[in-house]
T-cell receptor, first 114, second 114 residues
């Protein structure tokens, strides 16, 4: 069974600074997808960024970028120029390309200090 | 365009009572999912559906039943609630498999079983 581990329960960052969230996963599959979801206090789950395992190029969405290391099974999220609105829980998630079960990590709470 | 709507948003049940959570989506999505979120454990898949009239078990299906009689609705039932089912429940939907299309989430239902 696939597992997703987020080793940082909480991270704090100064506004306008950069923070990196770590995520590791365990799988024997070669074709899969990885995601980062943001969950603000409103509880709404929002897709931040998606990475296809067959793509070597790291995905980027505005201030959010990932460092995908397939051999190491690592998928970290970098938030640049942090803003107060970035404060939220962030979840890493894994999906096997032929599957339907989206597996989540335990989450990392990001605090942004003004 | 409402997206994914969950009803109710909050509920308190006594042990042994039953209830049904309703999820409705207006995006004509084929896939629908029910997750539960517990502290430190991310989201875990309870049941899912790949189309009208179909359902399948996820990671933690025990104590829950589901039905997908209409494409736009996915119901989650608790026949005899237990304190272990105290959690936040999320419904999600996607056009096709989660990896090839974004999954949209409802705002969650906070359920407390006393």
């Amino acid at each position: 069974a696939q597992t997703v581990t987020q080793s940082q329960p909480e991270m704090s960052v100064q506004e306008a600074e950069t923070v990196t969230l770590s995520c590791t996963y365990d799988t024997s599959e070669s074709d899969y997808y990885l995601f980062w979801y943001k969950q603000p206090p409103s509880r709404q789950m929002i897709l931040v960024i998606r990475q296809e395992a067959y793509k070597q190029q790291n995905a980027t969405e505005n201030r959010f970028s990932v460092n995908f290391q397939k051999a190491a099974k690592s998928f970290s999220l970098k938030i640049s120029d942090s803003q107060l609105g970035d404060a939220a829980m962030y979840f890493c998630a894994y999906l096997h390309a032929a599957g339907n079960k989206l597996t989540f990590g335990g989450g990392t709470r990001v605090l942004v200090k003004p | 365009n409402a997206g994914v709507t969950q009803t109710p948003k909050f509920r308190v049940l006594k042990t042994g009572q039953s209830m049904t959570l309703l999820c409705a989506q207006d995006m004509n999505h084929e896939y629908m999912y029910w997750y539960r979120q517990d502290p430190g454990m991310g989201l875990r898949l309870i049941h899912y559906s790949v189309g009208e009239g179909t359902t399948a078990k996820g990671e933690v299906p025990d104590g829950y039943n589901v039905s997908r009689l209409k494409k736009q609705n996915f119901l989650l039932g608790l026949e005899s609630a237990a304190p272990s089912q105290t959690s936040v429940y999320f419904c999600a939907s996607s056009y096709s498999k989660v990896g090839s299309a974004e999954a949209f989430f409802g705002q969650g239902t906070r359920l407390t079983v006393v």
